[in-house]
Every structure is written in C-alpha cells, then in structure tokens.
C-alpha cells in the first residue's frame, strides 16, 4: 500500500463510451501525475498538476482530460478513445514536483 | 529530455543467486529513484537516491551522480523479487524520464 488509490482497477470501455479513472491520495502530497504505460514502451507522462494547476501537458489527445478539483484527487476523463489507447494508465504523486513520487495500484484499461 | 538506458533487459537468476541491475542516464539529474512493478501493475518504490549508497535488506543502490549512472543490487534473490525494474530519472524540468526497465525472473 502506497497511500496513493486508483479506482477502477479495470476497465473495458468501447469507442463511444465516455468513462473516467479516479486517483486519491491522502500522503499530504501537492503535485499528482498521470502517465500511460503500453506494452514494450517506457511509462509516457501525460499530465502533472502542482497546487491544483496544470503543469504539464505531454501532447496528450483532447479524448483525454485530466481534472483536479484538490490536491488529493485527480481524475483521467475518457472520451471517444480508440484501441491504441488501450494500456495501463498510472497515478502519482509527491510532495513538491520531482520529489520523491509514490504511484497507485493503476488501471488496467481496455478499448474495444 | 533525458535518456535513461537499463541493463540488461532480461534476466533470469537462480533463487538466491545476486545480480546487480544498472542504469545510466545521459544528462544531470535531480531525482532518481528505482522501482519494482510486480505482475499486478503497480510500482513499488525501492529507492529515491539522487545521489550515494543506501541499503534496504537484501536490496542496495548505488548512484554516482558525476558519471551519470546508478546500480541497483539483489542479494540472495527470491521468487517474489520477480518483475520488473524501473529506473527513473529528473532532471531540471518537472518530468520524470522512465528507462525501459530489467525484466527479473528468479526460479526456484
């Protein structure tokens, strides 16, 4: 257990769907991230939020929209994803940006 | 950004055999840490070691920052120590720069 949860753990989700992947952290932490992890690639950085704001923005497609109501949620909304996008998708987060960064359990998301 | 290259990308050890794990990265670097993703997905962190020596049970790393690169060392390797190994590293920026990590197999 690393203080940092992502729910769900799975999904399968089809191209029309709209869906969205929940993290929570409860470590205190002020920056939160998201990466993507496919098969054989190095883990991508997708988004980093410090103190709430948007910091980081990886030429990330629009079907995905990061949300940050506070700085122990972040959210990952889907929309009109396709079968590439299929991956596990990491949450994490740390006290400050680049600071010791602890990551969820992640979700194991399918798209068919 | 930075590079970060493993070695090797495979592994295979016998229980209880040691191995040492490296990583080499192509620019200065504020932040390092190593983990271990087990077969479920998640990241577990080892170590966060910009710089130096530290020691956790079987587990040890090593980063010499000046020549750019880190060791990550398993002694006495068990079947749970399976998975893969990631380095990471940061540098001046705010992202974290993933190596394409050692995949560990250890059979008993």
Redesign the interface.
């Known amino acids: 257990e690393?203080g940092v949860t992502q729910t769900p753990r799975h999904l399968v989700m089809g191209m029309t769907n709209k869906k969205s992947l929940k993290c929570e952290q409860h470590l205190g932490h002020n920056a939160m991230?998201w990466y993507k992890?496919s098969a054989?690639?190095?883990?991508e950085?997708m988004f980093?939020y410090?103190l709430e704001e948007r910091?980081?923005n990886?030429s990330v497609p629009s079907r995905f929209s990061p949300e940050c109501p506070n700085s122990s949620h972040l959210f990952l909304h889907l929309h009109t994803l396709q079968p590439e996008d299929s991956a596990?998708y990491?949450c994490?987060s740390s006290f400050s940006?680049?600071?010791?960064?602890?990551?969820?359990?992640?979700t194991?998301l399918t798209v068919v | 950004g930075i590079q970060?290259e493993q070695s090797p990308p495979d592994l295979i050890l016998q229980e209880g055999a040691n191995s040492t794990l490296r990583c080499n990265f192509s620019d200065s670097v504020?932040?390092l840490?190593w983990?271990h993703q087990n077969p479920?997905?998640?990241?577990?962190?080892l170590f966060?070691i910009p710089s130096g020596t530290k020691q956790n049970g079987r587990l040890s790393a090593t980063t010499v920052a000046t020549e750019r690169y880190s060791l990550l060392y398993i002694s006495s390797s068990q079947t749970t120590d399976s998975g893969v190994y990631?380095c990471?590293v940061?540098g001046t920026g705010?992202?974290?720069?993933?190596?394409?990590?050692t995949s560990l197999t250890v059979i008993p």
């Not at chain 1, 054989?40 to 883990?43: A, R, T």
């Not at chain 1, 940006?97 to 992640?106: D, H, L, P, V």
């Open positions: 690393t991230y992890q054989k690639k190095p883990l950085l980093v410090s910091v980081e990886n596990l990491l994490a940006m680049n600071t010791e960064a602890f990551f969820g359990q992640g194991r | 970060v504020n932040n840490q983990f479920w997905g998640q990241l577990i962190n966060y990631f990471a940061v705010n992202q974290f720069y993933f190596g394409t990590g």
